[in-house]
């Protein structure tokens, strides 16, 4: 084999690891919102015959959000249940909505014996927020009838995006 062929068949190899550097450096690194979330980031309460507890984590893309609402009262009942379970909204320090979940509010109506558990999650996105400033996180169940709203044992979190960190 001469030097020529020898230099020619690296040529390839050469371009292709150009072209996988050059995707590599254009690649988007991945982000980690960073945030102040005084303690505690799990509360409860009790209103008319349910139990609803929330919790609050850091999740890749925002906030996590978990709840479990638990039927608490002493016989049967039948009641309204939306999609999703778990509705969550951010407020300013002003009160203004700033992000809210769209619901249908597709409803079905649901007989629960007491002890019944139902239980969701999801992911609140943070990336429109001001970096520094405070915000109210409000989780309740969509949940009514017999009296009982939702918001009756609707839960509020404090935070504050404080960074974003890449990764790559």
Request: charged share 5%; net charge negative; proline share 7%.
């Amino acid at each position: 084999m001469s030097t020529k062929a020898v230099a020619i068949s690296f040529i390839p190899i050469i371009v292709i690891g150009a072209i996988f550097a050059s995707y590599v450096a254009l690649t988007p690194a991945a982000s980690t919102p960073i945030y102040s979330m005084p303690p505690p980031n799990s509360h409860t309460s009790t209103s008319d015959g349910w139990q609803f507890n929330a919790t609050i984590s850091h999740a890749e893309m925002g906030l996590g959000v978990s709840g479990n609402l638990t039927y608490v009262g002493t016989s049967n009942a039948t009641y309204d249940f939306g999609v999703p379970l778990i509705l969550c909204e951010i407020q300013a320090q002003n009160g203004t909505i700033v992000w809210g979940e769209i619901t249908t509010m597709l409803l079905r109506q649901q007989t629960v014996a007491p002890g019944q558990t139902f239980s969701d999650s999801t992911q609140v996105p943070t990336s429109q927020l001001v970096l520094g400033q405070t915000y109210t996180l409000l989780v309740f169940p969509q949940v009514s009838g017999n009296g009982f709203s939702g918001h009756s044992v609707e839960q509020s979190f404090s935070f504050s995006p404080l960074a974003v960190t890449s990764q790559p």
